[in-house]
DNA sequence: TGGGGATTT
């Protein structure tokens, strides 16, 4: 890397983003401006729900009138009104992840657990940490706009304490229960866990959660807190939530697929539950969009409480984001105070390259700055190496997280206060037309680009650097593409078919994803056999449509089960459907682990992807010690946290199968130890992935069944390199070029035989 | 011979 650290960066004070600025003096209490200020590290935050910060600091909050307003265009007034600083206090931050492992977030939970009058003293003193919330100050005017509408839009700032309060102000008001929806597992469960301590109840009593694999609620609950998941799986059973008066649809603003879908059929049970409250919570722009989706709804606006967080721009545009990064980060350590510094790149090749680069420099740099401590995080990585972004470091030492999207909602790491924002990220795009994947670096949007912002100014006051320019800001799309515009809504279509709508193309969609995406979903759920010839959900069909997994996945379940090798099938499947199972290993051991898994999975070498999972589960569960198995994992770069998930999957896939079939001995031929019927198992594979099949032309490359197009084996696949007349694959991901993943060899009168209805020449007379 | 952003039932 050329030393060339001329990179000038200019300062802009917002005007565009004034939602999360302050127009507050620093209060003296957070900003040091002593020659050594940058050695003194700020407090260690383990968790988000330590009991320290109680005493709040800073200027007086707004009064609470000022703090809601029903329209949008006074929104924007109010937002740009002072912010009150007060210290960051755990409730608002009742979402952050913690790194617990499975066995010590169960300790953790029970050694919480306290006597009736413990608990009572316990909500009383968490009272007065309430009270300087922002939402608290509004609670009266909040509970008549509330109390006066059907359905309302809440805009809550981050740190309003939206979350844990409104709820708990509804309490008393509603006769049945407060669901409150959360995208992620472990916001439902932490959430669920601090309103208890301040209801003063122990958790699962009056306060409780439901998400999957782990449910603490009882009938009678009155404030729960679920996955938007988890609440779809109960309008299947329940169309009309009759044991909910209130539902809460939380951070509605991401816009997740599953968010999305809730809002729609919110939309239609209004219409038939009279009683029904429904909240739409969002921390962004939205708001009109969710109001006008519910026949013009009333905006409530609730302020926060961030910091300010300066920005500034690059002056002219850079090419190579690896090393304006680098300088950049070389520049804040040199310059600015203490605080640790938060990096958002688009992906593990980027963040690997930087880490390394820097792990090289640090020694080298200036002594009188802090030590540069560079820690990666992204989903893939082991949790043990993601948790340690949170150990506090040694005096003189400054973390540089180097960070994908994860650090955008799902973890909040404490102490950060720079942010340096590539403006990238990566996104997976469906493309319907040609069944494939993509996986594209793209710019942000100005949303985002605000949020990876707002995580410099959670505790004091911080900074952020663009490596784009102000112009390049400007251009930014305002807001993130809904999840669901650019998914393959196969899932979703199945889910309305069963709850009976007919009408797919003009269902409630808060955003349709398109004519053309919805009829490929309905074509393949037709070759699924999910749906008839008139488009109704077959009886196969509401089957796939009760198992907790893709429709595909749920077909090749059924196949297998009429073909007698369902078990087998099951710890497959169970395997597909965790992520990030099998890491990629480090390059300097690559070869040495893909070697060890190709002698070790002997049917996986011959046979594909698919059969070396089902021999690494079957090796996994010979462990009887957890240490050993722990190490087989390391050794062979899989996931040990994965395969504890697969485990979880499979009993609950067994059960539901057992349930389907009623059939409670379906799972004892495992006893008798079954010899694996190879053929058995890969068409029933098949059964599924019709569409996912290729040719093996002579010059070993492969063309697909469906369209003819181009595909390679992806390099991490036991199948890449070998020489097979045809392949299936669950994926088909177009990054350099296109790449079939989790491959395996099939026969050509396979296809056929078990494809026909689907392969048969679009030309041929019926 | 080459590379997987994030969720969830």
């Not at 990876?452 to 993130?480: H, I, N, Q």
């Amino acid at each position: 890397m050329r030393r060339n650290n001329n990179q000038k960066l200019h300062r802009k004070f917002d005007d565009d983003e004034s939602q999360i600025i302050s127009e507050n003096k620093p209060n003296g209490n957070n900003v040091d401006h002593s020659e050594d200020a940058h050695m003194k590290r700020p407090r260690p935050h383990i968790t988000e729900l330590q009991d320290q910060d109680t005493e709040a600091h800073g200027t007086q909050p707004s009064d609470g009138s000022a703090a809601v307003v029903n329209s949008a265009p006074r929104w924007a007034q109010t937002a740009s009104k002072k912010k009150q600083k007060v210290k960051k206090s755990h409730a608002a931050d009742a979402k952050t992840v913690t790194f617990f492992s499975d066995d010590e977030e169960e300790q953790q939970r029970s050694s919480k657990a306290l006597s009736f009058d413990q608990q009572k003293a316990k909500a009383r003193e968490l009272l007065e940490v309430r009270k300087t919330l922002p939402v608290y100050k509004a609670k009266d005017e909040l509970l008549e706009r509330l109390a006066n509408s059907r359905v309302t839009v809440l805009i809550g700032e981050t740190s309003s304490g939206k979350s844990t309060q409104i709820p708990q102000f509804l309490m008393p008001l509603n006769k049945k229960s407060i669901a409150v929806t959360q995208p992620r597992r472990v916001a439902a469960i932490s959430l669920a866990t601090r309103v208890a301590e301040e209801v003063g109840t122990t958790l699962g009593d009056k306060v409780g959660y439901s998400v999957r694999f782990d449910h603490k609620a009882k009938y009678g609950t009155k404030i729960k807190y679920l996955t938007d998941g988890m609440i779809l799986r109960e309008i299947m059973i329940d169309s009309s939530l009759s044991q909910y008066s209130t539902v809460i649809i939380d951070e509605a603003h991401e816009r997740t697929v599953l968010t999305d879908l809730m809002m729609g059929f919110l939309k239609e049970l209004l219409q038939k539950r009279k009683d029904l409250k429904v909240i739409i919570m969002s921390a962004t722009l939205d708001a009109e969009r969710f109001s006008k989706f519910f026949d013009n709804a009333d905006i409530l606006f609730v302020e926060g409480r961030m910091f300010k967080v300066e920005k500034l721009y690059l002056e002219k545009s850079v090419d190579d984001v690896v090393d304006s990064t680098i300088k950049t980060i070389i520049q804040v350590n040199n310059g600015e105070l203490e605080g640790d510094i938060l990096v958002f790149l688009p992906g593990q090749e980027e963040i690997d390259k930087c880490v390394s680069l820097l792990e090289r420099l640090a020694p080298e740099l200036p002594k009188e700055a802090p030590l540069i401590v560079p820690l990666p995080l992204y989903a893939s990585l082991p949790p043990a190496d993601q948790a340690k972004v949170f150990l506090p470091l040694k005096a003189r030492r400054r973390k540089v997280i180097l960070a994908t999207n994860i650090a955008e909602t799902s973890v909040t790491v404490p102490g950060v206060r720079y942010v340096i924002d590539t403006g990238l990220r990566k996104v997976k795009v469906w493309r319907h037309q040609l069944g494939l994947s993509t996986l594209l670096t793209a710019p942000v949007s100005k949303a985002s680009a605000t949020q990876r912002a707002g995580r410099a100014g959670r505790e004091a006051e911080g900074k952020t650097f663009r490596l784009y320019t102000e112009d390049d800001f400007m251009k930014l799309p305002a807001m993130t593409e809904p999840e669901i515009a650019r998914s393959n809504v196969v899932s979703p279509v199945l889910m309305l078919k069963r709850a009976g709508v007919d009408d797919i193309l003009n269902w409630s969609w808060l955003q349709n994803p398109g004519q053309d995406s919805l009829i490929s979903a309905l074509t393949q759920l037709h070759e699924l056999k999910a749906l008839d010839d008139n488009g109704k959900i077959t009886e196969l069909g509401e089957q796939m449509a009760i198992l907790p997994l893709e429709p595909q996945l749920s077909a090749i379940l059924l196949t297998a089960h009429k073909s007698g090798c369902l078990s087998d099938a099951v710890d497959i499947v169970s395997c597909l459907s965790v992520d990030n199972l099998i890491l990629n290993p480090p390059s300097e051991t690559r070869d040495e682990v893909n070697e060890k898994r190709r002698s070790l999975c002997i049917l996986g070498a011959k046979y594909g992807d698919l059969l070396m999972l089902k021999e690494l589960l079957d090796f996994y569960l010979q462990f009887d010690n957890s240490q050993e198995r722990k190490q087989w994992c390391h050794d062979l770069a899989l996931s040990h946290r994965g395969f504890k998930n697969v485990m979880r999957v499979r009993n609950q896939i067994r059960q539901y199968m057992v349930s389907l079939t009623k059939d409670k001995h379906l799972f004892d031929e495992e006893k008798e130890k079954k010899p694996l019927d190879i053929p058995s198992v890969l068409k029933a594979f098949l059964s599924g992935y019709v569409s996912n099949t290729a040719i093996g032309m002579p010059d070993r490359s492969y063309r697909t069944t469906t369209s003819g197009q181009l595909i390679s084996v992806h390099p991490s696949s036991l199948m890449f390199g070998k020489k097979n007349d045809a392949i299936m694959y669950t994926d088909f991901v177009y990054t350099t070029k296109g790449y079939a993943r989790n491959v395996s060899a099939i026969e050509l009168s396979w296809l056929q035989e078990v494809g026909g209805h689907v392969l048969a020449p679009k030309h041929s007379i019926a």
